[in-house]
């Protein structure tokens, strides 16, 4: 994949903290699977060093991604790209680690959904979720020890997580 869609100047690829344990939300999985901004860049710097850096999901939220990828108003996004949701998910479960959480924590009442992230993060003993979920953000800094970033890298931990090579 290029980095940076034609016509934009390349951005660098950010480096990743080594020993790293992160869950993506799945709106910030998807955005890094069809789009070029911050998730994106994440996704391709978690490529480049696998052995440094865990990615974690559970069947919950590959089953949710799956159907968001199925919504019509992605067809064209996709297809920009020249996949298919069942590509893209490929692609994602390439790079993630699949875990089974045996409980999933009720804490997010207006998105049990939601809970789902927390239950996968528990289970990985995770560092790290990053989201773009009001839900899930109301919960930053922490949540029972694991950091709680912003998507596109608001926080100083998530901009020090992502720096670029120098």
């Given at each position: 994949m290029p980095n940076g869609a034609p016509g934009r100047p390349q951005r660098k690829i950010p480096r990743i903290a080594p020993d790293v344990r992160l869950v993506l939300d799945t709106n910030v999985a998807l955005s890094?699977?069809?789009?070029?901004?911050?998730p994106y860049r994440l996704l391709q710097a978690i490529r480049r060093r696998p052995e440094a850096v865990h990615l974690y999901s559970s069947e919950a939220l590959l089953?949710?991604?799956?159907?968001?990828l199925a919504r019509p108003h992605l067809?064209?996004?996709?297809?920009?790209i020249g996949k298919t949701p069942t590509g893209v998910l490929a692609d994602y479960v390439v790079v993630v680690e699949i875990v089974v959480p045996t409980e999933v924590?009720?804490?997010?009442?207006?998105?049990?959904?939601?809970?789902?992230?927390?239950?996968?993060?528990l289970t990985a003993?995770?560092?790290?979720?990053?989201?773009g979920d009001r839900h899930l953000l109301g919960l930053q800094p922490h949540w029972?020890?694991?950091?709680?970033?912003?998507?596109?890298?608001?926080?100083?931990?998530?901009?020090e997580l992502t720096k670029p090579r120098r």
């Open positions: 890094g699977l069809v789009w070029h901004g911050a089953t949710e991604l799956a159907e968001v067809v064209k996004p996709m297809a920009a924590p009720r804490v997010i009442a207006d998105d049990p959904d939601d809970d789902h992230v927390l239950a996968c993060a003993c995770a560092d790290i979720i990053v989201s029972r020890g694991i950091a709680i970033l912003g998507r596109r890298g608001e926080d100083r931990d998530c901009r």
